[in-house]
């Protein structure tokens, strides 16, 4: 007995000095230690060695790998990490990284330049397809802009003249779908394979000045408003995807930087996936400091049938506390207005908290100097916002 256990303290002790003497059980025993209930490789400088050996032969160990969040979600990188994610660097030129179109996406809605010259960008886009845009008949021209208006790039009429929305566009074009180096006939006619382009355009008519129904007050504020959504971003379990909405259908950017467009059936499958296929339109009415929402995102959707069901069974109690839950809930709520915007938030009751997705009070506002409308709600592991331009009734 005493004979094996010297023989077992004399491996041991070859083992601490020499891992090519350990049994592949102990060389990780040395190799590695437990930190807050994780197995990480050992840093001690006796162990060094061990952990050289045990990684080149590819061991783990039981290690549990350290898991950057910015690698897969742009929006858990530290602003020293977005502009590494989002730029490349070419012999001193930096450019906005087409692999990497979320951290782009991202960089740019917060503002970020990450030393980017957009100029020079412009520039070169200038130099190269002003002269190849030009030289096109103009139904091409239109047609071009048509297609480039139709995947969200360009926001302005097809009159086929060249213009800095149209340089911005074609700009944006390249870059998100990886053309750059192609020739300038090359990018025409990726373009306009991915839409359907009229072989024909109208005349544009002459603009006539609307005239609201109702007079603005001293605020600016007018009495309704019309407002169409244009883009929505939702963010799940920290997966971020952004869904702006054309006439045509949308532009879905998924998580992984992934650009889709979705028809009209799509972006409807899109919308009621996340419960709002109901809330592609807005109406907004203020009378006496009270805004009525005709569609904020917390709304939510009572299933008709149930409803009658319930109201058909329910006792006289019932039905008196759910008619006073629903007066509640679609009561006019209470607007602020600060530099030229509308503000408001509108409580849930709490009967209602336990039956939607979005579990928090929605905040409310409209800038009458753009005639932009914005809400956003979060709750039940989700964050939801919601933009929209509006016209005046």
Same mark, same amino acid.
């Given at each position: 007995m005493a004979l094996l256990i010297s023989a077992s303290a004399s491996v041991a002790a070859q083992c601490a000095d020499d891992p090519n003497e350990c049994t592949l059980k102990k060389l990780c025993e040395v190799a590695t230690t437990i930190d807050g209930g994780s197995t990480?490789?050992?840093?001690?400088?006796?162990?060094?060695?061990?952990?050289?050996?045990?990684?080149s032969l590819g061991m783990e160990c039981g290690v549990t790998p350290i898991v950057d969040l910015?690698?897969?979600?742009?929006?858990? +990188?530290?602003? *020293?990490?977005? +502009?590494?994610?989002?730029?490349?660097?070419?012999?001193?030129?930096?450019?906005?990284?087409? *692999?990497?179109?979320?951290?782009?996406?991202? !960089?740019?809605?917060?503002?970020?330049?990450? &030393?980017?010259?957009e100029e020079a960008a412009a520039e070169e886009v200038i130099k190269d397809f002003r002269q190849a845009f030009t030289s096109e008949s103009k139904l091409k021209r239109q047609q071009f802009q048509?297609?480039?208006?139709?995947?969200?790039?360009?926001?302005?009429?097809?009159?086929?003249?060249?213009?800095?929305?149209?340089? /911005?566009?074609?700009d944006k074009f390249v870059s998100g779908y990886g053309l750059k180096g192609k020739t300038e006939a090359q990018v025409f006619n990726s373009l306009l394979a991915?839409?359907?382009?009229?072989?024909?355009?109208?005349?544009?008519?002459?603009?006539?000045?609307?005239?609201?129904?109702?007079?603005?007050?001293?605020?600016?504020?007018?009495?309704?408003?019309?407002?169409?959504?244009?883009?929505?971003?939702?963010?799940?379990?920290?997966?971020?995807?952004?869904?702006?909405?054309?006439?045509?259908?949308?532009?879905l950017v998924t998580p992984d930087g992934k650009v889709e467009k979705l028809n009209r059936k799509e972006t409807n499958a899109a919308l009621k996936d996340i419960a709002l296929d109901n809330h592609t339109s807005t109406n907004l009415k203020f009378r006496d400091n009270k805004v009525i929402n005709s569609s904020s995102i917390n709304m939510?959707?009572? &299933?008709?049938?149930?409803?009658?069901?319930?109201?058909?069974?329910?006792?006289?109690?019932?039905?008196?506390?759910?008619?006073?839950i629903m007066e509640q809930f679609m009561a006019p709520q209470k607007y602020y207005i600060k530099n030229n915007i509308v503000s408001w938030s509108q409580k849930l009751p709490?009967?209602?908290?336990?039956?939607?997705?979005?579990? !928090?009070?929605?905040?409310? *506002?409209? &800038?009458?100097?753009?005639?932009?409308?914005? *809400? /956003?709600?979060?709750?039940?592991?989700?964050?939801?916002?919601?933009?929209?331009? +509006?016209d005046p009734s």
């Open positions: 990480i490789w050992s840093t001690a400088t006796g162990s060094a060695k061990h952990v050289t050996v045990a990684q910015c690698d897969t979600d742009p929006s858990e +990188c530290k602003l *020293s990490q977005i +502009c590494g994610k989002a730029t490349t660097d070419n012999a001193g030129q930096v450019s906005w990284n087409d *692999s990497a179109a979320a951290y782009v996406v991202l !960089a740019k809605e917060y503002g970020l330049q990450c &030393d980017v010259s048509y297609a480039l208006k139709e995947l969200g790039y360009y926001s302005y009429g097809a009159d086929g003249l060249w213009g800095q929305g149209t340089s /911005s566009a074609f991915k839409v359907d382009v009229p072989s024909s355009f109208a005349a544009p008519k002459k603009k006539v000045a609307k005239t609201p129904k109702n007079k603005a007050d001293k605020n600016g504020l007018f009495p309704e408003y019309v407002c169409t959504t244009t883009k929505v971003v939702v963010n799940i379990s920290s997966l971020e995807f952004i869904i702006k909405i054309n006439r045509m259908g949308s532009t939510p959707k009572l &299933d008709e049938k149930e409803t009658k069901e319930f109201l058909k069974s329910a006792s006289a109690a019932d039905k008196r506390k759910f008619e006073r709490k009967e209602l908290l336990k039956e939607l997705i979005i579990k !928090a009070a929605a905040t409310s *506002s409209l &800038d009458l100097t753009k005639n932009q409308y914005q *809400s /956003s709600a979060t709750g039940g592991g989700m964050k939801i916002k919601l933009w929209a331009t +509006c």
